[in-house]
């Protein structure tokens, strides 16, 4: 019992892929004093860490991934001949810099981003009745996501007065496309897309067609 070991008492592997006999094998050349073997040795665990992953010899810089990561589990310290520029520790411990992601908090966000940047547009636009309808179109997409926040039916004079806040005044519906979509067929063309409730009638007409015993 006393020769059992268990790998929560061992030393954590770098990288676990490659398994533990390559790390002690990494740890022994590490401990070679004779600079000619500890380059042999190097170039023989390259050629091992190689064939575990045969399928990725003819990637481009293949040999030239694999001794970074030998250098890697090598924790940096290894002195021996590498025919690529050594990695450097700090550079890949480096963090990124953090990306850029707009910020916006809309004050109605079950319109979503997407609804403001339409509304943005639409106010340069030239008065025309292809502007009346793409304000109505807006007018109607308001509506059907408003339903995806209420469930339940929402008054015509609410989403009118969301547009023209939203717009500052600048967009208005014109009383010819009046009145916007009804809330049955909005919610109606959302489950038919497989935005909304699904329908059990299918599973149903399943069911009925198979034999009872």
């Known amino acids: ?4 070991q268990y790998n929560t008492k061992r030393k954590q592997l770098i990288i676990p892929e ?3 006999h390559i790390h002690l094998m990494i740890e022994q050349t590490m401990a070679e004093t004779n600079a000619e ?3 042999k040795k190097a170039k023989a665990i390259i050629g091992v860490m190689g064939n575990l992953n ?3 010899r003819d990637v481009p810089d293949f040999q030239h991934k694999l001794w970074d990561q030998f250098f890697i589990m ?3 310290d290894i002195d021996v001949d590498c025919p690529y520029e050594k990695p450097e520790k700090e550079v890949l411990e480096a963090k990124p810099e953090k990306l850029a992601y707009p910020q916006n908090h809309p004050k109605y966000r079950f319109y979503g981003n997407n609804i403001k940047r339409m509304i943005d547009v639409a106010i340069n636009w030239e008065e025309n009745e292809l502007k009346e309808v793409l304000v109505f179109t807006i007018a109607n997409h308001m509506k059907k996501s408003f339903l995806s926040w209420n469930k339940d039916s929402v008054d015509d004079a609410v989403i009118l007065a969301h547009l023209d ?5 600048k967009l208005k519906v014109a009383v ?14 959302k489950t038919k897309n497989g935005n909304g409730p699904k329908s059990n009638n299918s599973s149903k007409q399943r069911n009925r067609k198979r034999k009872r015993y």
């Open 1 to 4: 019992m006393d020769t059992l």
């Open 18 to 20: 490659y398994g533990r």
């Open 37 to 39: 073997e500890r380059n």
């Open 54 to 56: 045969p399928h990725l």
């Open 74 to 76: 090598a924790n940096f």
């Open 165 to 169: 806040e939203l717009s500052n005044g």
């Open 176 to 189: 010819a496309q009046l009145p916007l979509s009804e809330s049955s067929e909005l919610l109606k063309f």
